[in-house]
């Protein structure tokens, strides 16, 4: 009987761009080459368990024999009648425990299945860390039903949830896995840190819980090697203007398999200066990250009305307990940059705010000297307030994290934050330089003479901060693509 699609044996690949498979001299299962290991490992779907996650067990299968794996804390073998192994070695079977953007850990007795560096399979980690990730073949096996949905694991002491998050699927090894999700495969062609970094990350997670599959290829590396095999997997590449040209020009991608996003309005004048204005009709879609910068693009005189797909953030994440007092000012961006001449960070002028008012001034990080973006809730439980001070933004991170935080937040009236303190979630502070640092000074010096006042200004902040939340923004990211879909179809 031929099994359906969904529950097809599925190959296995480890977080080292390596695949499961079995030495057929020995039994043993390991993990080898993808080009170089015989096929011959799978892992097939059994009956859910209770608390809700599939299972299944590791079949060996060859020259028409099909064999089921056992795992012990050392070795994990086939187990064929040739070798004789003893009735207690039965199979073993796995919980299937999916993480997010398609990894998923392999558990049974409390342990997790583990692909040790030199090529070994071990059945003997007792918390699931890098070593322990796998991408799948097929869908089913992050498809699980139950609890599994809600993320249960993020609760589970037994999985590193730093290593989890901070662990990038190569799009080379998903090629290689040639799985077929239920909506698009999206490769987001980009920077992987800082707060290009914390968006891509959290649109791979959002978009494959809604049948997206989601990779991201830095731009800083050279990919030449393999760029004509990997880009054709994808059904559309998203990459901020800034990557455009090398999209093009180096790796001969296609402008209609392209779905643009500006970051800001100044990558919209360098596309132009670099493509003419007309490259925006050829895109498959073009987007924006927020009202502002369709303002700008439309200024700019592009004939194309770009979709806004909103920036989001996951609450739960940067939730906080409120500050009591305040005593220290936080700065979460670069001090300074400098783009056509124009110095547009300002960060001096927060620094000297917080100095006129007596209070401490703390940077998170800079473009060159970075605090991962996976620090950053941290970053803002360490602080009592958040000050921007840029005369250009798109849409500011920090100040919906900072808010999520139950933070006091002041910045000026640029990008997505006139929108958002509307919506009560911060201060708007005037943007010329004096004025600037004569009214964060006055209101940062009253919050900190006034405890009471600080106190419930920040749980108002944060309490406006929860529709920043990616679930209500997540929709039109999904337009976004589904109209990109739309069009690479007429």
């Not at 170089?36 to 097939?44: G, I, K, Q, R």
């Not at 959290?202 to 809604?210: A, G, K």
Request: hydrophobic share 40%; glycine share 8%; with cysteine.
């Amino acid at each position: 009987m031929i099994k359906h699609r969904e529950t097809s044996p599925a190959r296995l690949f480890t977080a080292f761009g390596t695949v499961l498979f079995v030495d057929p001299s020995t039994g043993e299962l390991r993990h080898g080459g993808i080009e170089d290991s015989p096929v011959n490992a799978f892992l097939e779907a059994e009956n859910a368990s209770t608390d809700g996650y599939r299972r299944g067990q590791l079949i060996y299968a060859a020259d028409g024999l099909r064999q089921t794996v056992h795992c012990s804390d050392a070795v994990c073998h086939a187990l064929l009648a040739s070798q004789g192994k003893a009735p207690s070695d039965a199979p073993t079977t796995l919980e299937l425990i999916p993480l997010e953007r398609g990894l998923l850990g392999l558990r049974a007795g409390g342990n997790f299945l583990s692909a040790i560096p030199d090529g070994r399979v071990m059945h003997r980690a007792s918390v699931c860390s890098t070593w322990e990730l796998f991408i799948a073949s097929e869908n089913w096996c992050t498809d699980s039903p139950g609890i599994a949905l809600n993320g249960a694991w993020r609760r589970y002491k037994d999985i590193n949830k730093g290593h989890v998050a901070s662990h990038i699927v190569h799009p080379v090894t998903r090629m290689k896995s040639t799985r077929q999700p239920p909506a698009r495969k999206i490769l987001i062609y980009g920077y992987p840190k800082w707060s290009h970094g914390r968006v891509y990350y959290d649109l791979s997670r959002h978009l494959h819980d809604r049948g997206h599959l989601v990779d991201i290829l830095d731009w800083q590396q050279n990919h030449a090697a393999y760029a004509t095999e990997l880009f054709p997997y994808y059904d559309f590449i998203i990459s901020a203007l800034d990557g455009i040209s090398t999209l093009t020009d180096q790796y001969s991608v296609p402008f209609d398999k392209i779905i643009a996003i500006s970051h800001h309005e100044f990558d919209i004048r360098m596309l132009i200066e670099q493509k003419g204005i007309e490259v925006f009709d050829k895109f498959a879609n073009y987007g924006v990250v927020s009202e502002y910068v369709y303002c700008a693009s439309m200024m700019r005189g592009v004939r194309r009305a770009p979709m806004v797909a909103s920036l989001g953030i996951n609450f739960d994440e940067f939730y906080a307990d409120l500050p009591e007092t305040l005593a220290t000012v936080g700065y979460a961006s670069s001090m300074s940059v400098r783009t056509f001449g124009v110095e547009w960070k300002r960060g001096e002028l927060a620094e000297a705010a917080a100095a006129d008012a007596g209070l401490t001034f703390k940077i998170a990080g800079s473009t060159g000297n970075q605090t991962s973006f996976h620090d950053m809730p941290a970053f803002y439980r360490s602080v009592d307030a958040i000050v921007t001070s840029s005369i250009s933004e798109a849409a500011q991170l920090p100040v919906m994290e900072a808010a999520a935080a139950g933070r006091l937040v002041i910045g000026t009236p640029v990008g997505h934050f006139p929108l958002k303190a509307y919506q009560g979630a911060g201060i708007i502070a005037p943007i010329e330089a004096g004025k600037f640092r004569a009214f964060t000074a006055a209101t940062l010096s009253y919050y900190k003479n006034t405890p009471k006042e600080f106190v419930k200004k920040c749980s108002s902040i944060q309490e406006a901060a929860q529709v920043f939340d990616w679930k209500y923004q997540i929709n039109e990211w999904v337009d976004l693509i589904d109209t990109a879909s739309k069009y690479a179809n007429s």
